[in-house]
Every structure is written in structure tokens, then in C-alpha cells.
């Protein structure tokens, strides 16, 4: 069984894993599996009031989730996807769960440019939660050298793996016209 296959029957049975997307190392879980999303920002120490990001192998996948998705949603997924851009608009409430959500109604999707994490997700069949390898506040790992071993003991499995760009996504909020970048990472929207 090769690290893929290893990773992708954890996370189908509602385990969580690190793993390397083309930004940073992420931890994630099936989204669809609230004991484990609750695991997960619990291990993490994140605050369920904080939105947590998700990955998606495919635009047809986040229209599914995006409620709908508007024309500048739907531009920017054309330009920038698969890539380092998180995009954040209106969800499908009933599909995502609260403290996905961070108790809103908007949620932030990406497609990593990563084969590897796209065969996970495509896989499992249902987005992943793709927020970094870290402790909430600690400092994103971009090598697997960097993640704290602590988190490593907390966790299913870790796959192994290289980080291309080894910097953050962007992180747009298309709630609001003009949309506005919430945080500037490693794609420039022009």
C-alpha cells in the first residue's frame, strides 16, 4: 500500500492526517465526519469561532458547497485554480458544519496545486479540512522538519512529502464587492 492509499483509508474511516499540499503541511479530516472536525480543532487548539479552511479537487466540487457561486467566485476559481488561492463566499450552510463555518454562513475554499493531495480528496470523496500542521498561533511548518512533534504524536497518519511553494495561499473574501484579500500569500490577483 503506497502513502496515498494509506492516507485516504484513514481519512475515509474519519481519521485525521498531515500532509503536504503545494502551500504548506496541512492537517485535515472529511469534513462530512463531525467527530473528527471536532477532534481536529481540538487537537489543534483552535477556537471553534474561527473558520477553518477546506480543500477541494475540483471546481465542480466547490459549486457544490459555494451557495452559488457568484461570477467574480467563479473567475477567480477559472484563473487561479488549481493554486494558492483560498476563496472565501456564501456556502451551503446545511452542507458544512458550524465551526467549519467558524458560525457563519461563508466558508474559504481551495484546490491545492498538489497531485497527490487532489487524489486524497478526489478519493475520499468529500473535502478535506485544510488548515496548516500547527498548534493554533504557532508557526506554519512548510517542511516536514518543521511540524512540531508534539502535533505529529496527536494525529493518524503523517505522509511524507515535499511543499513547492513553501509559502501561504491568499486568502480572498468575495462577500463583499469589491472583494477584498484578507490575507496576501503567494498568488497576487490582478
Given at each position: 500500500m503506497n502513502d496515498a492509499d494509506k492516507a485516504i483509508g484513514i481519512?475515509?474511516?474519519?481519521?485525521?492526517?498531515?500532509?503536504?499540499?503545494?502551500?504548506?503541511?496541512?492537517?485535515?479530516?472529511?469534513?462530512?465526519?463531525?467527530?473528527?472536525?471536532?477532534?481536529?480543532?481540538?487537537?489543534?487548539?483552535?477556537?471553534?469561532?474561527?473558520?477553518?479552511p477546506v480543500l477541494v479537487s475540483s471546481m465542480e466540487m466547490a459549486n457544490y458547497y459555494f451557495d452559488p457561486p457568484s461570477d467574480i467566485v467563479r473567475r477567480l476559481m477559472k484563473t487561479y485554480w488549481p493554486g494558492a488561492l483560498t476563496i472565501v463566499a456564501k456556502c451551503k450552510s446545511d452542507l458544512i458544519y458550524s465551526p467549519i463555518r467558524g458560525g457563519g454562513d461563508t466558508v474559504g475554499l481551495r484546490m491545492p496545486n498538489h497531485e497527490t493531495t487532489l487524489e486524497i480528496i478526489k478519493k475520499v470523496g468529500v473535502p478535506i479540512l485544510g488548515s496548516s500542521a500547527n498548534f493554533h498561533g504557532s508557526p506554519t511548518p512548510y517542511r516536514a522538519e518543521d511540524i512540531d512533534p508534539k502535533l505529529v504524536k496527536l494525529v493518524d497518519y503523517v505522509m511524507p512529502g515535499e511543499c513547492s511553494l513553501k509559502q501561504a495561499s491568499t486568502v480572498v473574501d468575495c462577500t463583499c464587492e469589491p472583494y477584498s484579500i484578507l490575507r496576501q500569500g503567494a498568488v497576487t490577483i490582478i
Open positions: 481519512v475515509k474511516k474519519g481519521g485525521i492526517i498531515i500532509f503536504p499540499t503545494d502551500t504548506a503541511f496541512g492537517i485535515g479530516c472529511r469534513i462530512d465526519d463531525h467527530a473528527a472536525v471536532d477532534r481536529l480543532f481540538s487537537l489543534r487548539r483552535r477556537p471553534i469561532s474561527q473558520a477553518m
